[in-house]
T-cell receptor, first 115, second 113 residues
Framework: GENVEQHPSTLSVQEGDSAVIKCTYS??????FPWYKQELGKGPQLIID?????GEKKDQRIAVTLNKTAKHFSLHITETQPEDSAVYFC??????????????FGRGTQLTVWP | IAGITQAPTSQILAAGRRMTLRCTQD?????MYWYRQDLGLGLRLIHY???????GKGEVPDGYSVSRANTDDFPLTLASAVPSQTSVYFC????????????FGDGTRLSIL
């Protein structure tokens, strides 16, 4: 199956700085890449996603980039705020066979934004 | 508010006991999933269902069973709980098969003693 690796596992930034989280995937058939934010005691919440026919997508302070050739994708958060502090997960999915629609998750990044 | 409801929110259980975690969604989504989340390991798929009446095994299915009698409900059963099943369990759903966004509940925190 697919293998998703995520780095770094922890990230601390000053309020107002940018944060970047990187993920790699192993199967070139993967074509859907969502990012989730998980706050303490809550379930993961989808914050942005990208499909393989697009190289970049933005939503206010959040952007995701995808490099299909290198099989990696990244989450960029600009002008970070303390409420951005959470665990972020990347994931990959493919439309193929028995794995149809299943998400394969990275191990998560604990982001801390200091005021 | 539409979404996924999981119950109970937390539970302490003696080893060897049977336990069913409940999951209900009101979005009429076809596909549903059960994950476990352990520190440092991220989210791992236990079982899934692409549509009512069908189920499949994920990465870590041993010791768990599921059923999908209707669209809205997807219970997860631990037939005989063991301490290694101590974890946080999340239920999720998506509109259909294929690469679709998944929506998660707030989890059940289960401790097996």
């Amino acid at each position: 199956g697919e293998n998703v690796e995520q780095h770094p596992s922890t990230l601390s930034v000053q309020e107002g700085d940018s944060a970047v989280i990187k993920c790699t995937y192993s199967d070139s058939a993967s074509n859907y890449f969502p990012w989730y934010k998980q706050e303490l005691g809550k379930g993961p919440q989808l914050i942005i996603d990208i499909r393989s026919n697009v190289g970049e997508k933005k939503d206010q302070r959040i952007a995701v980039t995808l490099n299909k050739t290198a099989k990696h994708f990244s989450l960029h958060i600009t002008e970070t705020q303390p409420e951005d502090s959470a665990v972020y997960f990347c994931a990959a999915s493919m439309n193929r066979g028995s794995t149809l629609g299943r998400l394969y998750f990275g191990r998560g990044t604990q982001l801390t934004v200091w005021p | 508010i539409a979404g996924i409801t999981q119950a109970p929110t937390s539970q302490i259980l003696a080893a060897g006991r049977r336990m069913t975690l409940r999951c209900t969604q009101d979005m009429r989504h076809n596909a549903m999933y059960w994950y476990r989340q352990d520190l440092g390991l991220g989210l791992r798929l236990i079982h899934y269902s692409n549509t009512a009446g069908t189920t499949g095994k994920g990465e870590v299915p041993d010791g768990y069973s599921v059923s999908r009698a209707n669209t809205d409900d997807f219970p997860l059963t631990l037939a005989s709980a063991v301490p290694s099943q101590t974890s946080v369990y999340f239920c999720a759903s998506s509109a259909g098969q294929g690469s679709q966004p998944q929506h998660f509940g707030d989890g059940t925190r289960l401790s097996i003693l």
